[in-house]
């Protein structure tokens, strides 16, 4: 039968923090590219608070990382068991985060967007609409599913449904509707993220379980210590 050395537990969980600590490395890059990307567009509030979620998520991976080859190295026990504990509320939140972000591109929208959809289905509504004119500029679109949604109105499509803001020429009319581009929109952001995560989650679980194995063998081998002695 197979048994696990504690130099092969050791090697084992270094392994298995250099991993974190690219994957944290990786995080922290995304929730920077997310951030600097929201300062571009300002979609949504809650967007640069994702960031800054992946962001310290990542920076605690790292520390985390750091922390549990600290305690492989020294082979001390309670850092062991505190960094086994710290992995697995770190997957659990993970885990959190990964059906947010499964939740988000199963077509939720942004409040702005649902809000501008409302004016233009209002036919009361007889201002500039704004709100959808932002995202229609910004995701090269046009009405909710496409530009007919104005026409089924009685509306005219505003210079923003149009390549270069000029609609007399009907081929610059934005054929792809906003509910989809956006859609497209946070598919793209959240599946990175959703590949990284599970990754985490998967070495996380398996470090967490090989931080418990490292820490019983290190007991077992002092109390056998002990005893001869």
């Not at 998520?57 to 790292?62: A, D, E, K, M």
């Not at 803001?165 to 959703?194: A, M």
Request: glycine share 6%.
């Amino acid at each position: 039968m197979f048994r696990c050395t504690k130099k092969r537990l050791k090697f084992t969980l270094f392994a298995f923090n250099a991993i974190c600590a690219m994957m944290g490395v990786i995080l922290i890059w995304f929730g920077s590219w997310l951030y600097s990307n929201r300062e571009e567009v300002d979609v949504d509030n809650s967007e640069a608070l994702i960031a800054t979620v992946i962001l310290v998520l990542g920076t605690v991976l790292v520390v985390m990382a750091f922390f549990g080859c600290v305690g492989t190295y020294t082979e001390s026990k309670s850092m062991l068991i505190s960094y086994a504990v710290i992995l697995v509320i770190l997957l659990v939140i993970q885990i959190f985060l990964v059906s947010i972000s499964y939740t988000a591109a199963s077509g939720s929208l942004s409040s702005g967007l649902q809000r501008g959809f409302d004016e233009l289905w209002d036919k009361g509504y007889t201002n500039i609409n704004t709100t959808l004119s932002f995202y229609e500029e910004w995701l090269h679109c046009c009405g909710k599913n496409s530009a007919n949604d104005y026409f089924q109105m009685d509306k005219v499509p505003p210079a923003s449904c149009c390549r270069y803001q000029d609609c007399r020429n009907v081929l610059n009319l934005y054929v792809e509707g906003c509910e989809q581009k956006f859609g497209e929109y946070v598919r793209e952001k959240t599946n990175s993220f959703n590949i990284v995560s599970w990754c985490l989650i998967l070495t996380e679980f398996i470090g967490s379980v090989f931080a418990c194995i490292l820490v019983d063998s290190i007991r077992n081998y002092r109390d056998r210590i002990r005893f001869y002695n």
